[in-house]
């Protein structure tokens, strides 16, 4: 748990960091969401091969080169902007280096969740995602927060007076960055401590055409599961909008609410109380039976996402970010704690996290190539919210229907 969280705060306050450099190298608005199109794209590219390396080796093994190779981004990130000094107009470096980190993403989350399955017994599944998913989301939005909070007036200043940083970092999203590059460093660490579970898994071959038509075939078979294709479909539609929204927020507090990049720390810690919150309720009140049962709080999610363009005043956007968060935790950990112990039966730890992976990124690449298309035809921020919120009410509406008559 401390490894995973540590690695994913790392990304997404890196996300942060990314855009205050791309804005220092007087990038393109466009060039942010495709940088997080970037991140997506390493999931479906390697989900063929993500899951069978994190079942053919130990999962703590797994998890620390992954963390290695998001480590190796991170720094050229870092060193390639120091560097240089160029401006870049298409800001190629921030985009690649933030796509690496994507790579070690890609291999490294196979691993951090069939840990999970590895570990604990089914009727201990949804206790222990509720553990796992809620640091994850924590990790998502604490990263997001801290990504903002490093680059802040008073702290960057703090940061490059620091002699050590100060070697390394010239702009506050540099000293940002190399702050980010320890938090790598300590996830290696709880990496290394890692024990081996020594659960086997029958071989398969590695060759690259045996892979693919075996990665596919578990995509098939997920999907031709009567419970393992709602909760799928489920969360590929969640894992969009919420990697959107996050962008999205950025924008709408900018708009609304008048807050810098570096303010926005404070709406995602609310985001993140609330997560918490659902995650504890719903691991005290839902079992993994009734894991189904909490479809129509997706309904709910989206039809709190229609009041945001309503709000200008600060403790009427508390409010409604701390409903949706707790929405979002009650909702999410449940349905991915089915879908793992669907997944495990069928295929195995690491195939089944391999498979949620690709559907649930391929759908971020969607969503978030349809949010970069309206920001370059220079759509109005109200406009897109209403359009995504619209989206979750009609699709979990319809996830809703279908689970209700249980079409086969």
């Known amino acids: 748990m401390a490894a995973q969280s540590l690695s994913s705060l790392?990304?997404?306050?890196?996300?942060?960091?990314?855009?205050?450099?791309?804005?220092?190298?007087?990038?393109?608005?466009?060039?942010?969401?495709?940088?997080?199109?970037?991140?997506?794209?390493?999931?479906?590219?390697?989900?063929?091969?993500?899951g069978i390396l994190s079942d053919r080796f130990p999962k703590g093994q797994v998890m620390l080169v992954a963390n290695s190779i998001k480590f190796?981004?991170?720094?050229?990130?870092?060193?390639?902007?120091?560097?240089?000094?160029?401006?870049?107009?298409?800001?190629?470096?921030?985009?690649?280096?933030?796509?690496?980190?994507?790579?070690?993403?890609?291999?490294?989350?196979?691993?951090?969740?069939?840990?999970?399955?590895?570990?604990?017994?089914?009727?201990?599944?949804?206790?222990?995602?509720?553990?796992?998913?809620?640091?994850?989301?924590?990790?998502?939005?604490?990263?997001?927060?801290?990504?903002?909070?490093?680059?802040?007036?008073?702290?960057?200043?703090?940061?490059?007076?620091?002699?050590?940083?100060?070697?390394?970092?010239?702009?506050?999203?540099?000293?940002?960055?190399?702050?980010?590059?320890?938090?790598?460093?300590?996830?290696?660490?709880?990496?290394?401590?890692?024990?081996?579970?020594?659960?086997?898994?029958?071989?398969?071959?590695?060759?690259?055409?045996?892979l693919t038509i075996n990665f596919y075939k578990n995509v098939f078979t997920l999907w031709n599961d009567k419970i393992g294709k709602i909760s799928l479909s489920v969360t590929t539609v969640f894992w969009g909008v919420s990697t959107s929204l996050q962008i999205i927020v950025l924008d709408w507090s900018q708009k609304h609410l008048r807050y810098s990049l570096d303010q926005t720390y404070i709406l995602i810690g609310i985001v993140a109380i609330g997560t918490i919150i659902g995650a504890i309720l719903v691991a005290k009140i839902v079992t993994l039976q009734k894991a189904l049962n909490v479809l129509p709080i997706g309904i709910l999610i989206g039809v709190m996402m229609l009041f945001m363009p309503l709000i200008n005043e600060l403790l009427h956007a508390y409010i409604l970010l701390l409903i949706i968060g707790t929405l979002a935790g009650f909702f999410v950990v449940p349905l991915n704690a089915i879908?793992?112990?669907?997944?495990?039966?069928?295929?195995?730890?690491?195939?089944?996290?391999?498979?949620?992976?690709?559907?649930?990124?391929?759908?971020?690449?969607?969503?978030?190539?349809?949010?970069?298309?309206?920001?370059?035809?220079?759509?109005?921020?109200?406009?897109?919210?209403?359009?995504?919120?619209?989206?979750?009410?009609?699709?979990?509406?319809?996830?809703?229907y279908w689970n209700h008559r249980n079409i086969p």
């Open 10 to 50: 790392a990304d997404n306050a890196l996300f942060i960091a990314a855009i205050a450099m791309i804005i220092d190298n007087s990038g393109p608005v466009w060039a942010i969401p495709f940088m997080k199109w970037f991140f997506a794209l390493a999931y479906v590219v390697l989900a063929p091969f993500a």
């Open 72 to 210: 190796l981004g991170c720094f050229i990130m870092l060193f390639c902007n120091f560097w240089s000094h160029v401006n870049f107009s298409e800001c190629f470096i921030v985009i690649t280096s933030y796509g690496l980190v994507g790579v070690g993403a890609a291999i490294y989350s196979p691993a951090k969740y069939g840990i999970v399955t590895e570990i604990l017994e089914p009727n201990l599944l949804v206790k222990g995602n509720s553990w796992i998913e809620g640091l994850t989301v924590l990790s998502i939005i604490m990263g997001t927060c801290l990504g903002s909070y490093l680059l802040s007036p008073k702290i960057s200043y703090c940061l490059l007076q620091n002699q050590f940083i100060s070697g390394f970092a010239k702009t506050k999203s540099e000293a940002a960055i190399a702050v980010i590059l320890i938090i790598y460093l300590l996830s290696s660490i709880f990496n290394i401590l890692i024990k081996k579970t020594n659960i086997q898994y029958p071989e398969s071959s590695i060759s690259f055409n045996n």
């Open 339 to 400: 879908l793992q112990y669907r997944g495990r039966i069928l295929l195995s730890a690491g195939n089944s996290i391999a498979v949620q992976n690709f559907n649930e990124q391929l759908n971020v690449l969607l969503m978030v190539s349809i949010y970069t298309l309206l920001v370059w035809a220079q759509v109005k921020i109200d406009y897109i919210i209403v359009a995504y919120g619209l989206f979750v009410i009609v699709s979990m509406s319809l996830f809703t």
